[in-house]
């Protein structure tokens, strides 16, 4: 192990360190990564949206391929700049108005084609036990889809007090919802805890060496 | 198209009281149009097949287009096989109109109770008695997110209450645009509670572009200013349980809202309120009970109930086994 490979295990280690020590409280080693992180990323965002965004589908395609009309999408993007006027700092609602209006709109088509119509077509499933190749099993499996997707729509229903029947429904759609929640509460704190044994591994084997080779 | 919609809006191509109509009109003319325009994808036959069982099942990818066809018209140009989102788009967009239409003409609109949404002037509330601050995070999106701009639509309403009461308020963001509406709606909401001079630059504040840089810099902020509210509106994700975790651990109350399913236990564990979904595109228009927003919820609501008057329908003609229209009923919901 070089000296410079075992540096960069102390420095990667004690930022772990430092960063594990807010699970006690906060703290000096905890506020100085805390800063160094915050002011890394600022930086390292600068140089990546001036490389990726301004370099690589502006200026380059302007200069390179002739696609001029990028310096309209250039143009908007200059206009934020405006904000550090006190006079003129209302020009940049215009960009802000652009982006926002355009999300909207695309939003409203991309969702309805390419989830509410999907989701819609995969719940009409078939009641008939002749259409199902598990039989009974199968027309159980689309009755839970079925009454799943439909309470849930209701749940979601806020043009009238859940009582009644409608407050049934609903409480059945509540239910589903919070099993769907358990499922990917599991799912995703196994995939956390990867994440803390690839740490703990880093901490016990790496950095664990590095002291040997250190210390003999 | 962006343009035209804001020039239409501001009534500088044509008058706004004559806006209505002339949308209709539009609508209307586009209604017409499909039918014509959509004659082209009656020839794009869609293979239906039985399975063993004898289900149908509509093959929306078996056309008699070639890929290379396909490929090649997936330019500029009117897709005649989308003509099914293009309808419902339309029919969306009416109701939406008819109802913000009722709702600007005085008409009562009832909305039920939302828990979450009847605790955030409770909770800013809270925070003036302590003489503590709001943290409002709207998500750590940027502003072409729907969540974003849902999130930063409840960030006006709350900083009216927090302006109201003169309530220190933060709002930690991820992306220069999100500052930028940030800052423009913060703004906006002390100017129209009459209290420009109290408004400050810095409560929305640009905090880290990288996802766990953010994370700890709010942590950090949680644990040291201990704001007595936590508002948590957008779109959330591994970070979820960290914030809503430390600001546990700093005896903040937290609301929280977001439409990412797998965030939301998360939230539901750790928060105090939890908006799931549909509720975080309610909050905005549950919050102001402006006319034009409230109309555009209760169309919502409208639209579920013929979604759901639509799966029904549908289970009925597929478990009937009615062949005649289950593929023509299907093929409305298929997605190409």
Known sequence: MSWVEIVQIWLVAFVTLSLFSFLYKDNPFYRLVEHIFAGLSAGYYVGLIYHSVILQTMIDPMFRNGEWWLIFPGILGALMFSRFSKNYGWISRISLAFVMGNTAGIFLLSELHGKVLPQVGATMRSLNPQHQADGWTGVLLSLLIVVGVVSTLIYFYFSKEHKGVLGGVAKVGIWFIMISFGAHFGYTVMARISLLIGRVQFLIFDFGNSIKELFG | ?336
Not at chain 2, 240 to 264: D, K, M
Not at chain 2, 284 to 297: D, H, I, K, M, N
Not at chain 2, 315 to 328: F, N, Q, T
Request: hydrophobic share 50%.
């Open chain 2, 1 to 336: 198209m962006t343009f035209v919609v804001i020039l239409l809006y501001k009534g500088v191509i044509i008058p706004q009281r004559q806006l209505f109509r002339f949308l209709i009109i539009i609508i209307g003319l586009i209604l017409l149009a499909a039918p014509i325009l959509s004659a082209d994808s009656l020839d794009v036959a869609t293979d239906s097949v039985q399975d063993v069982a004898g289900q149908i099942i509509t093959d929306s990818v078996e056309t008699t287009t070639s890929t290379e066809e396909v490929a090649e018209d997936s330019g500029w140009g009117y897709r005649t096989e989308r003509n099914n989102a293009l309808f419902l788009m339309v029919l969306f967009s009416v109701v939406i109109l008819v109802y913000t239409r009722w709702a600007k003409q005085g008409k009562e609109l009832f909305l039920r109770k939302i828990n979450g949404l009847d605790e955030v002037e409770e909770a800013v509330g809270r925070a003036t008695e302590m003489g503590r601050p709001v943290l409002f995070v709207p998500g750590l999106q940027e502003l072409d997110e729907i969540e974003t701009i849902a999130a930063i639509s409840i960030l006006g309403r709350v900083a009216r209450i927090t302006a109201r009461y003169d309530t220190p308020l933060m709002v930690p963001v991820r992306y220069p645009l999100v500052l930028a509406a940030g800052q423009e709606v913060v703004q906006q909401a002390y100017i129209e509670e009459g209290k420009p001079d109290a408004y400050n630059v810095d409560m929305v504040r640009y905090v880290a572009g990288e996802q766990f840089a953010f994370t700890a810099t709010v942590n950090g902020y949680m644990m040291r200013e201990r704001p007595a509210t936590n508002i948590f509106m957008g779109a959330f994700f591994a970070e979820s349980l960290l914030l809503a975790e430390t600001g546990n651990a700093a005896g903040s109350i937290q609301i929280a809202g977001t439409a990412q399913p797998s965030q939301l236990p998360f939230f539901i564990a750790a928060c105090d309120y939890t908006l799931m979904g549909e509720e975080l595109y309610a909050a905005s228009a549950y919050l102001s009970r402006e006319p034009l927003l409230l109309g555009g919820l209760k169309g919502q609501d409208f639209i579920k109930i013929l979604l759901i008057a639509a799966i029904l329908i549908g289970v009925l003609i597929v478990s009937l086994d009615i062949e005649a229209i289950a593929e023509l009923y299907k093929s409305l919901f298929v997605s190409v």
